[in-house]
Structures are given as structure tokens and as C-alpha cells.
């Protein structure tokens, strides 16, 4: 099932306003692999695939995620979750 949540929705908004609001760049990007994502899209749910890392080396030996970018990520997500950053 192929997945294409608008750019424009406020999920998706509201993460990468996070994302600034800490200084990280925000790129919006679309994403070529199998993932949960496309069962709850099937379903009328939308989504996005967000998080830290980088894909080089996920699901590979030695995978690793710098903390400094799991906290930012989490820093983000807590902002997307109270409705974006407050101006």
C-alpha cells in the first residue's frame, strides 16, 4: 500500500516546526521501504516515519543512534504532540 501523507498536514507540520524550534534542520522527505505506516494508511489513518539516525546503518550490525539526536527527537515530538511550538 503506498503511503503519501501531504506535507501540509498538521502532523507533519507540526514535527518539523519542532524541529526548527531546536535548531534542527526540518527536511521533508519521501521514503521508499515497507513499514507499519502503510497498515494504518490503509485504514484512513495518516502518518509519518520520524525519527533519529541516520539509515546507513539502521537494521545493520552495529546500528547505532547518536543521543544527542534521540533527546532532540524527543524534544521534537513532545512540541508536535502540544500542538507545535508556541511563537
Known amino acids: 500500500h503506498h503511503v503519501a501523507t501531504d506535507a501540509a498536514h498538521a502532523l507533519v507540520r ?3 516546526d519542532g524541529l526548527q524550534a531546536i535548531g534542527r534542520p ?6 521508499h521501504a515497507a513499514a507499519d505506516l ?4 490503509a485504514q484512513g489513518i495518516p502518518g509519518t516515519l520520524f ?5 546507513s546503518v539502521c537494521h545493520a550490525p552495529n546500528e547505532f543512534v547518536p543521543l544527542d ?3 532532540d527527537c524527543c524534544k521534537a515530538i ?3 504532540m502540544a ?5
Do not use: D, K, M
Not at 526540518?26 to 521514503?31: D, K, N, T, W
Not at 500542538?83 to 511563537?87: D, H, N, S
Open 14 to 16: 507540526h514535527l518539523a
Open 26 to 31: 526540518a527536511p521533508v522527505a519521501g521514503f
Open 38 to 41: 502503510a497498515w494504518y494508511s
Open 51 to 55: 525519527g533519529p539516525g541516520s539509515l
Open 69 to 71: 539526536e534521540l533527546i
Open 78 to 80: 513532545a512540541l508536535a
Open 83 to 87: 500542538g507545535g511550538p508556541r511563537r
